[in-house]
């Protein structure tokens, strides 16, 4: 099957594009772009810059991929946009290049879901099987790790972290580093309240995993007692445990700070 392209789109000289892809009315692709197999973008889409395009992605009405990014540092250099394979881009979404400042390139994994109005911003680092609701908002240097859930109408600080598995709820703000498996919520002073227990099932994570998860929150997040100390009780779990390795690598490497649990919050 050839590619079908609309007599409107727009497409530069030098762009590569790869088999069976669809563009559609008012499409415009960039000089430098890079299309792989099976691709479709909709109508009035734009993909500009340095940006390369996996198989499978598809692109809704007036979604901007590559574009400047809206960093007051940036000064033209070659930043690029880098995205897997089998995402979907709907209405209204951007997605920024990189900047000299934050490594050169704005990274998204595969099948992610970005909602409508949702925005990645320059040098963002975006993993796999990700849902940012609609709205949400991830400010320069983000980072969202697999699986996790950036709810409706929500914000993440520039250089804060989402963690694996992790969910936030709507119209919430991020301002540090939310920790992998868990779920937070509450506006503007946001705060993490428990596990994220539905997802953790979803993603096959046995009771055992669960139970061992719940203990290593309860010592890091609930405790009274110094952060170091905190961290040393987790050690001294000693539950080798991938999931609970894997909090505790997080924690350790928070370099804005980690949210803590809300004391109103039910148990987890």
Do not use: W
Not at 133 to 160: K, N, T
Request: one cysteine or more.
């Amino acid at each position: 099957m050839s590619n079908l392209i609309h007599p409107s789109a727009v497409i530069a000289d030098g762009a590569t594009i790869g088999e069976r892809v669809k563009v559609g009315p008012f499409c415009t692709i960039g000089a430098h772009a890079v299309l792989g197999d099976d691709c479709e973008l909709i109508s009035h889409v734009s993909i500009e810059g340095y940006t390369t395009i996996g198989k499978g992605n598809r692109f809704f009405p007036f979604s901007s991929i590559g574009a400047e990014p809206q960093d007051l540092k940036y000064h033209g250099e070659p930043s690029r946009v880098e995205i897997g394979e089998n995402n979907t881009f709907r209405e209204y979404t951007t997605v920024h290049r990189g900047t000299e400042g934050g490594g050169m390139v704005t990274k998204v994994g595969s099948n992610n879901l970005m909602q409508t109005y949702t925005h990645i911003a320059h040098d963002c680092q975006i993993g796999n099987d990700i849902v940012l609701a609609c709205s949400a908002i991830l400010a320069g240097h983000v980072e969202v790790h697999d699986g996790a859930i950036v709810g409706a109408m929500s914000a993440v600080h520039q250089f804060a972290r989402v963690g694996k598995f992790a969910m936030l709820g709507a119209m919430c703000t991020a301002l540090k580093d939310m920790p992998p498996f868990c779920i937070a919520g509450g506006g503007y002073q946001m705060s993490v309240s428990g596990l994220n227990l539905v997802g953790l099932k979803r993603r096959g994570l046995s009771n055992d995993d669960i139970r061992l998860l719940k203990e290593a929150y309860r010592l890091l997040f609930k405790s009274k007692a110094l952060h170091k100390d905190r961290l040393q009780a987790v050690e001294d779990m000693q539950a080798n445990n991938v999931y609970v390795d894997e909090l505790l690598a997080f924690v350790r490497s928070s370099e804005r700070g980690v949210m803590m649990h809300n004391i109103k919050a039910t148990d987890v």
